[in-house]
Structures are given as structure tokens and as C-alpha cells.
T-cell receptor, first 112, second 112 residues
Framework: SQQGEEDPQALSIQEGENATMNCSYK?????LQWYRQNSGRGLVHLIL?????REKHSGRLRVTLDTSKKSSSLLITASRAADTASYFC????????????FGKGTHLIIQP | EAGVVQSPRYKIIEKKQPVAFWCNPI?????LYWYLQNLGQGPELLIR????????DSQLPKDRFSAERLKGVDSTLKIQPAELGDSAVYLC??????????FGPGTRLTVL
């Protein structure tokens, strides 16, 4: 079963604009991670934010986490055509060492 | 550093036939995961290994799926017999801890 729900399911923006994707989850977490998947390829880890963190940056990526609302957002600034991909949030359950629970993903299209 | 290697990349078989997937994790990663990804969905965990021990196989359909990780390095995932509904991408990931997982390119299985 999938815990996370990304929103929107699909997003199309112009190159240079910012893209924001949201993720909601249901249970307590140890950390939340964002992954990117290009068509027909494996997943690439983008960023990890722990449950005691509220915001994290990595290059053009900014992730926020609100554990009270059980939600996270991923912001990609100054988007590029190469950012076209599916983006998944994944949660690691609190108190366990289980595998990640993924959402269904947001398909991002950057129009040149 | 070499990434997670999976083979084959693509496999087409007829239903009721057996099939096997192979994964070589990143050197030194003691944790290995197998995920299943259906089209348009996020990956779903099938089994997790800590070294050679399967510590979470609750999502593995044990009537037809089996996995092994001999010597705590390479792993194989087998389906026997395959059904039409098994068509999906099978992803392998490895990790040093319960944090960042590194994914292979996956094996795309088509069952006819």
C-alpha cells in the first residue's frame, strides 16, 4: 500500500519558472525523502529531511516538512528542461528500519 | 563508484513461465531492497535484506515469489509461475543504513 499522496499528479510549467510539489502522508515518520525518476530509468535520490527538521536546501531544491500536518513540499527554482521527470516522496516509518513507502508521484513537464 | 546493477533490463515471457532477476548492490551496502513498480505508481516494497537475512518480507507474495541473498551481496528475485498481473518494473536498491537508498535501473517484465 502507498502512504504518500503527491499533489498535483501532473504539472506543466515554462522553463525558468518555479515548480512546487506537495506530499501528504499518514503515519509518524523518521524521515521523508524525495526522489526523481526519468522515463524508463531508476530513481535518483534528491534530498532527505528528518522529522526534527523543518526546511532543507540543496542547490535549486528546497524541501519543507510540517509534521503536525503530515505534509512536505518540494520546490524546484529556475526550472530547466532537464528537470522534466516524475517526482516521488517517500517516507521512512518512525521506530522502524523498514523500506520506504512511496507516493504515486508528480509528473513534471518543463516546456522550453 | 559503481551504482546498483540489475539484469536483465528487459524480460518478456509467457504466463506460467518462471523468471529471475539479479541485483548487485553498491559495494559495502549491507541493506538491500526489492521493490515493484506498476505503471504510473510509486515503488512498493517487496522484501528487505540486512546482509543475508530477510528482515521484512511481509509484502512478498510467497506462493509464487521467492528471493535470496547468498553471502550477503548479490540477490536474486524469482517468480514461478509468472502471471499476467506480474508485468511491472522490478527495482533493486541498496543502502548503508536506513537513510538514503540507491536504486538500480530496474528490470521491466512483460508477461504475455
Amino acid at each position: 500500500s502507498q502512504q504518500g499522496e503527491e499533489d498535483p499528479q501532473a504539472l506543466s510549467i515554462q522553463e525558468g519558472e518555479n515548480a512546487t510539489m506537495n506530499c501528504s502522508y499518514k503515519t509518524s515518520i523518521n524521515n521523508l525523502q524525495w526522489y526523481r525518476q526519468n522515463s524508463g530509468r531508476g530513481l535518483v535520490h534528491l534530498i532527505l529531511i528528518r522529522s526534527n527538521e523543518r526546511e532543507k536546501h540543496s542547490g535549486r531544491l528546497r524541501v519543507t516538512l510540517d509534521t503536525s500536518k503530515k505534509s512536505s513540499s518540494l520546490l524546484i527554482t529556475a526550472s530547466r528542461a532537464a528537470d522534466t521527470a516524475s517526482y516521488f516522496c517517500a517516507t521512512a516509518a518512525a521506530g522502524g528500519a523498514d523500506g520506504l513507502t512511496f507516493g504515486k508521484g508528480t509528473h513534471l513537464i518543463i516546456q522550453p | 563508484e559503481a551504482g546498483v546493477v540489475q539484469s536483465p533490463r528487459y524480460k518478456i515471457i509467457e504466463k506460467k513461465q518462471p523468471v529471475a532477476f539479479w541485483c548487485n548492490p553498491i559495494s559495502g551496502h549491507n541493506t538491500l531492497y526489492w521493490y515493484l513498480q506498476n505503471l504510473g505508481q510509486g515503488p512498493e516494497l517487496l522484501i528487505r535484506y540486512e546482509n543475508e537475512e530477510a528482515v521484512d518480507d511481509s509484502q512478498l507474495p510467497k506462493d509464487r515469489f521467492s528471493a535470496e541473498r547468498l553471502k550477503g551481496v548479490d540477490s536474486t528475485l524469482k517468480i514461478q509461475p509468472a502471471e499476467l498481473g506480474d508485468s511491472a518494473v522490478y527495482l533493486c536498491a541498496s543502502a548503508l543504513s536506513t537513510d538514503t537508498q540507491y536504486f538500480g535501473p530496474g528490470t521491466r517484465l512483460t508477461v504475455l
